[in-house]
C-alpha cells in the first residue's frame, strides 16, 4: 500500500516540556482515521499540522507524493469543520458554502453541496437561523464543496445533543464513505472513534501510541494506556494481579466482561450492583481493598456475598517506568 | 394594576418628564424660534452660511478618514503582532485622550504654531527672517483632528479584533483564502460594527468640535464657530437658524452611519479565541518596529511635553529663542495665590463635580427603572432621551438652553436662568447624560437578575438588596462613565464659551483669556493642571 497521505517524523515544540510527535502516520486514500485521545493529547495540534494552520519544527507531511509540510493552508486542499463550525456570521448560507469556490459554475455547485447535506434550497437562510444540526452540515457542506483532497474534522459532533449525534455519526459515515473522501477525525469519545473510524490512531502525551481498528484496539492493546483508556478496564497490580496469574513485576489489565464469578480465585465481596439491563455491573472489593469491576448475568450475584473471581483472559503489561 | 407596579409607572413618567424638560424641550423651542421670523430667509440668502455649513460636513469627513488611516493599521499592529514595548506602546498610544479638546488645541499651537517651537527651530535652522508656515485654515483644523480622534478608531478596531475568532480566519484559509482575501472578505466585514461605531464617534466628535476651528480656522468657518460668532454678534435668530441646520446635518448623518452599521448579532456565533499574536522574529523587523513604535509615542507626546514647558515660562522672558531662555515655577505659584486665578479652577472643579452627581444620579434612576420593571413602551423613550445629547452637538445644547431658559414663563417651564451661575453645571448635565447613561445601563445589562432576587430571598428588602448588591456591582460602570463625564465637563470649551459667567468662569475661558493677554505660561500653566487632574481621574475611573 502506497500512502495517500503520509506523516514521518512530524514534531512540534510548544514549550519546554510539551511536546507533540515525532508522529509517523500512513493513511491510504479513502481511508476513514479518527485520532482518539483524551484533552492535552495532541491530537488537535495534529490535525492543525496537517492543516497547516502550524507548522512542524521537524518531519514532512505528504500528500500523493506531494510535499505540503510548509504550504500554506490556503493552498492544501484540504477541507476542514471546525469544532464551533466556524461560519462566517456576516454571510448566509449559501455564500459560506461559495467562499472557496471559483465565481463561475459557484451557484450550481453550492447547490449540489447543500443536497450532499441534506439542506437544498437553504442558501439565503442566515446561519445564525440555523439549529446546531444544521450548522454543522452547512460546516461540511463548506468544506466538501471546493473537493478538497483530505477532509479533516475537529470534534465536529461534540456540540450536538446526544441523541442528535448519534443520527448525525450514521450520516457522516455513510456520506464520507459515499464520497470515497480521504478523513481524519479528532474526538475524544470512543464510541465515536469506534463507530466511525476504519482505523484508530491512539494518541497520548503526543505520541501515537496505537494505530488499528477497534477489534485489535480493543483486544491487543499495544501499552497500557491504549488498554485502559480504549474500553473499560481493571488494573491490578501486586498481590491480585498474581492471583490471577500474572508474572512478578507484571501489571494486569482485565476487560470486566472477562472477569466471572468462580468457586476459587480471587476472593472478595459485592459492595455495589449497577443493573443495565441485559447485564450487571459488579463492583467487587477484594480483601487488599481493590475495586474490580465485573459484567455479568443480572442474577449472578448479590450486593453483599462473598465471591471469587476467574479471569478468563488478561492483558499482561511491563510496569511503566 | 398593584401598588407597587404604580408606582413605577409614576416614577418612570415623573423622570420621562424630566428628561424631556431638560433634554428635548430646548431643541423644540429652538426649533420653533427658528421657524418664526426672518433669520431662515438670511440664513438662505448668506453664501458664507452654506459654506460654512459645507465645511463642518467636509471637515468631519476628512477627519474620519484621517483617524480611520491611523487608527486602523496601529490597531492591526498591536493586536496582532508581538514586538519589545508592545504594552507600555500599547497604551501610551491612547495619550490624545487625556488632553481636553481646547488644551490639545493651545498644545498644538504652542509645539507647530508660527511661533511654536517647531516653527522657530525650522527658521533658525534655515535662517529664514519669516515663520516658515502659519498653522491655520482646513489643514491646521484636520491636524488637530487627525491627533485627538485616531485613538477612538484604535481602540474600537482593537476591541473589534479582540472579539474576533480565530477560527474564522482559519475555517477562510482552508476555503483557499489567502491574507489580502482574507481581511478584505472575513476580517474587515467582522469589524464593520467596530469600524462602523468609530466613524460615528468621529464623525459626531468633529461635526461639534469647536475649539480647533475656533484657535486655527482664521476666515475658514465651520458651523460650530459660525453659531458662536452669531450668538456673540447677538444676532439670536441667525444663531438659532444655524443651530437646528447642524443639529439636523448631526441626525441625517447619524441615521446614515447607523444603517452601515449591520446588527451586532456578527459576533453571536464566534464562540472561540482571538488570533496568537505572531512573534517578529527577525532582529531587524523587530528593532524597527520597536523604534517606529517609541518615535511615534514620543511624536504623540510632544503637545504634553510643550505644554509642560511653555507652562514654565514667566511671562515676557521668551521673545525670539528656539527655546525658552528661563524655567521657573512662578505660573503655578501665581495660579495658586492669587484668589482671581484660582477661581476659575475651584468653578469647574465644583460644576465638574456637581453634573457628574447629578447625571449619575439619573443615570441610576434610570437604570433601575428601565431594566426588567418597566413595560416596554416606557423604556425606550427613557433611553432615547438620555442618548439624544450624544447625537448633537455641544454648540447646539448650548444655544438651545441659552435661549430657553432667558425668558420667564412658570407656566411654561421656562425661567431666566441666563446670567446666573447655575445655568453652565445644567448644561454640563444634559452633555454627561448619555456618557453616565450608557454606562449605568450597560453596567445594570450585565447584572443577573437572579442575585437581587437571591438578596430578596435572603430577607434583604428592595433598598437593601439595591445598596448591597446592584451598587458594588455597578461600581466599575459608575467609575467608568462617572470619570469620563467628569473629565469632559472639566475641559470643556464649546458650552462654557455661550454660557459662562464671571462667577463661574471655568478653566478653559480663564486660558483663552489669558492667552488673548500674551500670558501664555499662565495659559499652560491651567492646561497641564486639566491634563493632570484629567488623566488622574481616567486613571481612576479605569481601574477595575
Same mark, same amino acid.
Given at each position: 500500500m502506497t500512502a495517500f497521505l503520509a506523516l514521518a517524523g512530524v514534531t512540534k515544540r510548544w514549550a519546554h516540556e510539551v511536546t507533540v510527535g515525532p508522529v509517523t502516520l500512513d493513511i491510504a486514500r479513502g481511508e476513514f482515521v479518527a485520532l482518539l485521545g483524551p484533552s492535552g493529547s495532541g491530537k488537535t495540534t495534529l490535525l492543525r499540522l496537517l492543516a497547516g494552520f502550524e507548522t512542524p519544527d521537524a518531519g514532512s507531511v505528504q500528500v500523493e507524493g506531494e510535499e505540503v509540510t510548509r504550504l500554506p493552508p490556503a493552498r492544501r486542499r484540504f477541507g476542514m469543520v471546525f !469544532?464551533?463550525?466556524?461560519?462566517?456570521?456576516?454571510?448566509?448560507v449559501g455564500a459560506n458554502v461559495a467562499?472557496?469556490?471559483?465565481?463561475?459554475g459557484a451557484e450550481r455547485r453550492v447547490a449540489a453541496a447543500l443536497a450532499l447535506v441534506d439542506?437544498?434550497?437553504?442558501?439565503?437562510?442566515?446561519? !445564525?437561523?440555523?439549529s446546531g444540526g444544521q450548522q454543522q452540515r452547512v460546516a461540511l457542506a463548506r468544506a466538501l464543496a471546493p473537493e478538497p483532497r483530505v477532509l479533516l474534522l475537529d470534534e465536529p459532533l461534540s456540540n450536538l445533543d446526544p441523541t442528535l449525534r448519534e443520527r448525525t455519526r450514521r450520516e457522516l459515515r455513510a456520506l464520507i464513505k459515499r464520497l470515497g473522501i480521504t478523513t481524519l477525525f479528532v474526538t475524544h469519545e470512543q464510541d465515536e472513534a469506534f463507530d466511525l473510524g476504519d482505523r484508530i490512531a491512539v494518541l497520548s502525551r503526543g505520541r501515537v501510541e496505537q494505530v488499528g481498528t477497534a477489534d485489535v484496539l480493543y483486544e491487543q492493546p499495544a501499552t497500557l494506556f491504549v488498554a485502559t483508556f480504549v474500553g473499560r478496564a481493571n488494573v491490578l497490580r501486586g498481590a491480585p494481579a498474581q492471583a490471577l496469574g500474572a508474572a512478578n513485576g507484571q501489571v494486569l489489565v482485565v476487560r470486566p466482561e472477562r472477569l466471572r464469578f468462580g468457586a476459587k480465585g480471587l476472593g472478595g465481596v459485592v459492595r455495589e450492583r449497577r443493573y443495565t439491563g441485559a447485564a450487571a455491573f459488579f463492583q467487587v472489593e477484594t480483601e487488599g481493598g481493590e475495586r474490580l469491576e465485573v459484567l455479568a448475568a443480572p442474577d449472578a450475584a448479590r450486593v453483599g456475598e462473598r465471591v471469587h473471581l476467574e479471569a478468563v483472559k488478561v492483558l499482561p503489561f511491563a510496569e511503566p517506568r | 394594576m398593584t401598588a407597587r407596579e404604580r408606582g413605577r409607572v409614576l416614577a418612570a413618567a415623573a423622570l420621562t418628564l424630566l428628561l424631556a424638560w431638560l433634554v428635548l424641550y430646548p431643541i423644540l423651542l429652538v426649533g420653533v424660534d427658528a421657524a418664526h421670523g426672518d433669520a431662515i430667509a438670511a440664513f438662505a440668502r448668506r453664501p458664507g452660511e452654506w459654506q460654512a455649513l459645507w465645511a463642518s460636513v467636509w471637515i468631519s469627513l476628512a477627519s474620519v478618514a484621517l483617524a480611520a488611516a491611523i487608527g486602523i493599521p496601529l490597531a492591526f499592529l498591536f493586536e496582532w503582532l508581538e514586538f519589545p514595548g508592545r504594552k507600555t506602546l500599547g497604551s501610551l498610544i491612547a495619550l490624545p485622550a487625556v488632553l481636553p479638546p481646547f488644551v490639545g488645541v493651545i498644545a498644538f499651537l504652542f509645539l507647530?504654531?508660527?511661533?511654536g517651537f517647531v516653527a522657530r527651530a525650522v527658521q533658525q535652522l534655515l535662517g529664514l527672517a519669516e515663520p516658515p508656515w502659519r498653522l491655520q485654515g482646513a489643514g491646521a483644523i484636520l491636524l488637530v483632528h487627525a491627533y485627538s480622534m485616531y485613538v477612538y478608531f484604535y481602540l474600537f478596531t482593537r476591541a473589534g479584533l479582540a472579539k474576533l475568532d480565530a477560527s474564522m480566519l482559519e475555517a477562510a484559509q482552508a476555503l483557499g483564502a489567502g491574507p489580502w482575501v482574507t481581511l478584505r472578505r472575513v476580517t474587515l466585514p467582522l469589524l464593520r460594527p467596530s469600524l462602523a461605531g468609530a466613524a460615528l464617534l468621529v464623525f459626531m466628535t468633529a461635526l461639534g468640535s469647536f475649539s480647533a476651528p475656533y484657535v486655527f480656522g482664521g476666515g475658514f468657518r465651520v458651523m460650530t464657530t459660525q453659531i458662536v460668532a452669531s450668538k456673540l454678534n447677538g444676532e439670536l435668530a441667525l444663531a438659532t437658524v444655524e443651530t437646528v441646520a447642524l443639529a439636523l446635518v448631526a441626525i441625517v448623518a447619524l441615521a446614515l452611519i447607523r444603517r452601515t452599521e449591520?446588527?451586532?448579532?456578527?459576533?453571536?456565533?464566534g464562540k472561540g479565541i482571538a488570533p496568537r499574536r505572531r512573534q517578529l522574529r527577525r532582529p531587524a523587523v523587530r528593532g524597527l518596529a520597536a523604534a517606529a513604535g517609541w518615535l511615534f509615542a514620543f511624536v504623540l507626546l510632544l503637545p504634553h511635553l510643550t505644554l509642560l514647558l511653555v507652562s514654565l515660562v514667566p511671562y515676557g522672558t521668551w521673545t525670539t529663542e528656539t527655546l525658552p531662555p528661563q524655567v521657573s515655577l512662578v505660573n503655578y505659584q501665581r495660579l495658586l495665590a492669587e484668589p482671581d486665578r484660582l477661581a476659575p479652577l475651584l468653578n469647574s472643579l465644583w460644576m465638574a463635580a456637581a453634573s457628574t452627581a447629578a447625571a449619575i444620579a439619573i443615570a441610576l434612576a434610570a437604570g433601575a427603572l428601565v431594566r426588567r420593571r418597566l413595560p416596554w413602551r416606557w423604556r425606550s423613550p427613557i433611553e432615547t432621551l438620555i442618548a439624544l445629547p450624544w447625537a448633537l452637538p455641544g454648540t447646539v445644547f448650548a444655544i438651545a438652553l441659552a435661549a430657553t431658559f432667558a425668558v420667564h414663563e412658570p407656566l411654561a417651564l421656562r425661567w431666566v436662568l441666563v446670567g446666573t451661575v447655575v445655568l453652565l453645571p445644567l448644561a454640563y448635565v444634559v452633555r454627561n447624560l448619555p456618557l453616565t447613561g450608557r454606562a449605568v445601563l450597560a453596567g445594570f445589562g450585565q447584572i443577573d437578575p437572579a442575585l437581587e432576587e437571591a438578596a430578596a430571598s435572603l430577607g434583604a428588602g428592595r433598598w437593601t438588596a439595591f445598596r448591597r448588591v446592584t451598587l458594588p456591582l455597578l461600581k466599575p460602570a459608575l467609575m467608568a462613565g462617572g470619570s469620563l463625564a467628569f473629565v469632559a465637563a472639566l475641559g470643556d470649551f464649546v458650552t462654557s464659551i455661550v454660557l459662562y459667567t464671571y462667577d463661574n468662569r471655568p478653566i478653559s475661558i480663564e486660558i483663552m483669556s489669558s492667552l488673548r493677554v500674551n500670558e501664555i505660561g499662565v495659559a499652560a500653566a491651567f492646561g497641564v493642571i486639566l491634563m493632570l487632574v484629567s488623566a488622574a481621574v481616567l486613571g481612576v475611573g479605569a481601574r477595575r
Open positions: !469544532q464551533h463550525y466556524a461560519l462566517f456570521p456576516h454571510l448566509d467562499f472557496g469556490l471559483a465565481k463561475t439542506l437544498a434550497g437553504f442558501e439565503r437562510r442566515r446561519v !445564525q437561523e440555523l | 507647530y504654531g508660527e511661533s449591520g446588527s451586532d448579532v456578527l459576533f453571536a456565533l
